[in-house]
């Protein structure tokens, strides 16, 4: 019983230091530290065709596909994709298939809804649109991300 007590009481202190650390994150001064990632990054890659987004998400279209269609955050997408960190480590690649854009990270649905069926993007991401100051997966906390992204597909949810 002292056992159980003693890890309940541990999981609470680890659970209320993780919150302070949280509390203490300002996304808006780190939207404005990855703005300056973000600029140094394309000034260093010569990167042209950037354009910003007004939420401070950088996009560049390739092909802008298909006409869009008027995209919900229940619309059904299938992407192929490749994720990148600045420093240019790959952190994933794949397929997602038939996934909801609202439940994607808030970049992919401010960028997503810039391209049709076919196009292709390149999202970079302030970390404030992608996972904050929380580290997931091989990403660390506050990380910009470089997507690129081309849409295979998209349809409305037929649960709407």
């Not at 952190?91 to 049709?116: C, V």
Request: glycine letters at 10%; hydrophobic letters at 40%; a neutral charge.
């Amino acid at each position: 019983m002292k056992r159980r007590l003693l890890v309940c009481f541990a999981f609470i202190i680890a659970l209320a230091s993780s919150c302070k650390k949280v509390e203490s994150y300002d996304p808006v001064a780190q939207l404005a530290a990855d703005e300056l990632l973000i600029k140094e990054f394309i000034a260093a890659n010569n990167i042209e065709d950037m354009r910003r987004d007004s939420t401070g998400v950088y996009y560049s279209i390739s092909d802008p596909g298909a006409e869009k269609p008027e995209y919900k955050g229940s619309t059904l997408i299938t992407a192929t994709y490749a994720g990148r960190l600045l420093n240019g480590r790959d952190f994933d690649a794949g397929t997602i298939k038939e996934y909801p854009l609202g439940g994607l990270i808030a970049g992919w649905q401010i960028g997503i809804p810039k391209i049709g069926k076919g196009g292709k993007i390149r999202l970079l991401i302030p970390s404030v649109y992608a996972y904050g100051p929380q580290a997931s997966g091989g990403i660390p906390a506050n990380s910009v991300l470089d997507f690129t992204i081309t849409l295979d597909d998209h349809k409305e949810s037929s649960s709407n």
